[in-house]
Each structure stands twice: as C-alpha cells, then as structure tokens.
C-alpha cells in the first residue's frame, strides 16, 4: 500500500522560506518520479514541481522558477521542496505525488499525500 506523508507546511511571511518533505513507503521509490502540486482554495491543483526517479531532471512552472527546488534523498525515501521568496499567492495546501506516467497534470500521478498547509501572509 503506497503511502505518502508530507510535513513542514505552516505560517511565514511574504519573503519567507519554509522546506516541505514527502516521506513515501509501499512503494520502488528510487524508481519512481515524484512531484508536488498545490491548491488553494477555489482553484484547481496546480502543478508545481516533478523530479525524475534519479533525481537529474527537474521541472518547474514559471510561476515558481527560481524560487522553488525540488530534491530527492532516495535512501531515505523522501522527496523536498525548498520554498524561497514565498508570496501571498503561493498560499494552498502542498500536496507530493507519485509519477504513473509523463506529464505535469494531476492525471499523470496517482497516489497522493494528504497535504501541509503554507501560509504567506503579506
């Protein structure tokens, strides 16, 4: 049973910096790519960062390019993302995903975390 548990999400101010982790387990996760996603409220889940299995490829939107990293510790099974630069638009609960197949929309992933909650208030 493939289970994902995200931490690290919480209250900061506009500049700040929070570090989420993804601890995954069930689950061939030095082979498997991983991504987060975000929603805030009355929105859709947004795509926000994917890493590949061996953590080389990395891809972002530009609406966090430069600001965000996605990393990858596979003997520890975990899965960052160092936020920096945060804005109040980046308010929504962060959500680590596992890759089913290539792309960046929700369909391509198909287990899912719980999500942590950023907060960035201005």
């Known amino acids: 049973q493939v289970q994902l548990v995200e931490s690290g999400g919480g209250s900061v101010q506009t500049g700040g910096s929070l570090t989420l982790s993804c601890v995954a387990s069930?689950?061939?996760?030095?082979?498997?790519?991983m991504a987060w996603f975000r929603q805030a409220p009355g929105k859709e889940r947004e795509f926000v960062a994917r890493i590949s299995w061996r953590g080389i490829i990395s891809d972002y939107p530009d609406s966090v390019k430069g600001r965000f990293t996605i990393s990858r510790d596979n003997a520890k099974n975990t899965v960052y993302l160092q936020m920096n630069s945060l804005e109040p638009e980046d308010t929504a609960v962060y959500y680590c995903?596992?890759?089913?197949?290539?792309?960046?929309?929700?369909?391509?992933?198909?287990?899912w975390g719980q999500g942590t909650q950023v907060t960035v208030a201005s």
């Open positions: 995903a596992r890759g089913r197949t290539p792309g960046i929309g929700a369909q391509n992933y198909d287990s």
């Open positions: 069930g689950l061939p996760f030095s082979l498997t790519s």
